[in-house]
């Protein structure tokens, strides 16, 4: 995981949820977080417009899942859109 990435999602999650940085960690939940569906949607979209990528719509948003798994969907998919630009500049 990198680092980097990971402190920037929970800057952003702790920023949107109001809570303090320091109870939002890899281990907690939106759930945990008191994070409603709109907040957790304005969430995503916040974290998709800083990384410059696009999460896939079949994510478990339900709350449950812990930040560490959004971290890691959101390093995939700036593995995705880096490799996809490596790919068109190849061409």
Not at 24 to 32: C, I, R
Not at 54 to 80: F, M, P, Y
Request: charged share 30%; hydrophobic share 40%; net charge negative.
């Amino acid at each position: 995981m990198n680092a980097d990435v990971a402190s920037q999602v929970l800057d952003i999650v702790a920023k949107q949820s109001g809570k303090d940085r320091s109870v939002v960690t890899p281990e907690a939940t939106l759930k945990d977080l008191e994070v409603d569906s709109l907040e957790a949607i304005e969430t995503v979209f916040e974290i998709e417009e800083a990384f410059k990528i696009q999460l896939a719509d079949d994510q478990n948003r339900d709350g449950s899942e812990t930040l560490k798994s959004l971290i890691e969907a959101v390093q995939a998919a700036i593995d995705r859109r880096d490799h996809e630009a490596g790919t068109a500049h190849a061409a």
